[in-house]
């Protein structure tokens, strides 16, 4: 009896020793990460800046985690349905919004029923950058600053025709709080992107506009627009001279598109901090952050902390705006 009793004791401890050591293998292969390639969605076709910036990210981030990034294009929507395939994505860290201030703060605001929540769907992971508008004129316009073309609109109310990249835009929104501040009126006209836009303003068919550096410079450079002011707190870069709105006289003014990586609610602590810190190492790369200069991003490199707060300060900031002008998707 003594020595079947020992059997089974030994038998049954072999057994618990067999359960522990299945658990923590099993334990290991969940925590392990990345366990495969990672995939990095952009909400706009291939081409663009942000797309030119995710895969400068996604090729350092791969570099670092070891595992290949692929980037992949969801356009459309207002960035509903990128954002929406991030949100229903198993929540491991595998897959990854590039996120700006127009699809997380604006499209939500414009459309209530857009189908995500920026906010509980998504867990911000870190911040990349941000990249003002540019205030520019046609050259026939008889203006050189700010409070000129600020006295020429007050002279003729809604005469000079100010483009935008669409409606609901942050190119249309820059605007729209330029005209508020500056109590003038204009005469919006939308058009379905930047280039269309660009191509009747240098024909003189419109008169101004708001709109990012990447799409501006080449125009700047070229004298086929002047350029009156940035809309960021300081000046860019690349345009030294040029004042910003602030400088000309509206303190409270700001307007940028920033760039933010977001993960699906309840991807684990541990692997938020890990791709964190990676993405944050690959802005600071002197090759990433001179690449977004070139395209009129400063690099900003921040944290989740970082990025949730300007992800709600711009959707109680531009909410308002666009509850207040009334701005409805046509």
């Given amino acids: 009896m003594k020595l079947k009793a020992v059997v089974d004791i030994a038998a049954r401890m072999g057994c618990v020793l067999a359960l522990g050591l299945t658990l923590v293998s099993g334990l290991q292969a969940q925590t392990k990460f990345p ?7 952009v909400p706009f076709a291939a081409g663009g800046g942000t797309d030119v910036i995710a895969r400068l990210i996604a090729n350092r981030l791969g570099e670092t985690l070891g ?4 980037v992949e294009n969801r356009a459309g929507a ?3 349905i990128a954002n929406k395939v991030v949100a229903s994505a198993t929540a491991d860290g595998h897959t990854l919004l590039l996120g700006t201030a127009g699809t997380q703060a604006v499209s939500p605001s414009l459309n209530p029923n857009i189908g995500f929540d920026p906010t509980a769907d998504l867990a911000p992971v870190a911040r990349l950058g941000a990249t003002p508008n ?17 006295a020429l609109s007050r002279a003729k109310p809604g005469d ?19 005209a508020r501040m500056a109590g003038i009126e204009i005469n919006h006209v939308p058009y379905r992107g930047a280039a269309p836009a660009n191509n009747d303003l240098v024909s003189g068919q419109v008169k101004a506009m708001f709109d990012t550096p990447v799409s501006l410079l080449p125009l700047v450079s070229g ?30 003014y700001l307007s940028e598109v920033w760039l933010g990586v977001f993960a699906p609610k309840g991807v684990p602590p541990a692997t938020l901090e890990r791709l964190q810190s990676a993405i944050t190492e690959a802005v600071q790369t002197p090759a990433v952050s001179q690449r977004m200069r070139d395209l009129g991003f400063a690099p900003q490199p921040g944290g989740a902390v970082v990025l ?4 709600a300060q711009d959707l109680v900031r531009w909410g308002k ?4 002008a009334g701005i409805q998707l046509q």
């Fill in 35 to 41: 366990s495969r390639p990672l995939t990095l969605i």
């Fill in 308 to 311: 949730r707060e300007v992800l």
């Fill in 321 to 324: 705006l666009i509850r207040d």
């Fill in 223 to 252: 004298g086929r627009v002047r350029v009156l002011a940035v809309t960021s707190a300081t000046r860019l870069a690349s345009l030294p001279e040029v004042p910003t709105l602030r400088e000309a006289g509206y303190a409270d």
């Fill in 67 to 70: 595992e290949t990034v692929v």
């Fill in 134 to 150: 540019l205030l520019v004129v046609h050259p026939q316009v008889p203006a050189r600053t700010v409070a000129e073309l600020v």
């Fill in 78 to 80: 207002g960035g509903a």
């Fill in 160 to 178: 000079i025709p100010y483009a935008s990249s669409g409606v609901g835009t942050v190119s249309h929104l820059s605007a729209v709080l330029f």
